[in-house]
T-cell receptor, first 114, second 112 residues
Framework: EPEVTQTPSHQVTQMGQEVILRCVPI?????FYWYRQILGQKVEFLVS????????KSEIFDDQFSVERPDGSNFTLKIRSTKLEDSAMYFC????????????FGNGTRLTVT | SQQGEEDPQALSIQEGENATMNCSYK?????LQWYRQNSGRGLVHLIL?????REKHSGRLRVTLDTSKKSSSLLITASRAADTASYFC????????????FGEGTQLTVNP
């Protein structure tokens, strides 16, 4: 069964550094998402992406964040200048074309900002 | 309170028992979905119930939806130790575009 893959599985970075988290969504899916989960807390929506543009974003997704689909397969989340509070699990997800289709999640990237 | 609140926050049962988790939400929805998360892993979709449906079954899972009370329940029958995980409800809100909004989750522990 096709799956969403994320790399790296764990990223350690210093405060103020830029990080890029990578995702390969399921190939025929059209909607792409980033969520994050701070340890022990709820899964929070960051951004959704459709037709090569952001379709919706949350208040967490400020100017420090950006997303890109540089080619037909990859979907990336960039954090320009990381803060300690950006430490979390970041999950990529994709969804097919059907209106009531579920999200398929990757296994996440654990980002640790020191 | 926030959209998609589950209760209880934690549930510990013995293998073979049934587990019931509840979810409440605040806004009008297109559908409600339940996901499972094993520790440190991604979320796995379990079941989706549309706003015009009242009950749905999938294997040992039974989901109900009461849109008048804005609540849903997930029942896992004949639980197994392998069912130990966190369970989240997620709402696809009518006014939210394409996002799913997740609840706080219920940590289920099934003791062998």
């Amino acid at each position: 069964e096709p799956e969403v893959t994320q790399t790296p599985s764990h990223q350690v970075t210093q405060m103020g550094q830029e990080v890029i988290l990578r995702c390969v969504p399921i190939s025929n899916h059209l909607y792409f998402y980033w969520y994050r989960q701070i340890l022990g807390q709820k899964v929070e929506f960051l951004v959704s992406f459709y037709n090569n543009e952001i379709s919706e974003k949350s208040e967490i997704f400020d100017d420090q964040f950006s997303v890109e689909r540089p080619d037909g397969s990859n979907f990336t989340l960039k954090i320009r200048s990381t803060k300690l509070e950006d430490s979390a699990m970041y999950f990529c997800a994709s969804r097919g074309t059907s209106y009531n289709s579920p999200l398929h999640f990757g296994n996440g990237t654990r980002l640790t900002v020191t | 309170s926030q959209q998609g609140e589950e209760d209880p926050q934690a549930l510990s049962i013995q293998e073979g028992e049934n587990a019931t988790m509840n979810c409440s939400y605040k806004t009008s929805i297109n559908n409600l979905q339940w996901y499972r998360q094993n520790s440190g892993r991604g979320l796995v979709h379990l079941i989706l119930i549309r706003s015009n449906e009242r009950e749905k079954h999938s294997g040992r899972l039974r989901v109900t939806l009461d849109t008048s009370k804005k609540s849903s329940s997930l029942l896992i029958t004949a639980s197994r130790a392998a069912d130990t995980a966190s369970y989240f409800c997620a709402t696809d809100e009518e006014t939210s575009g394409s996002r799913l909004t997740f609840g706080e989750g219920t940590q289920l522990t099934v003791n062998p």
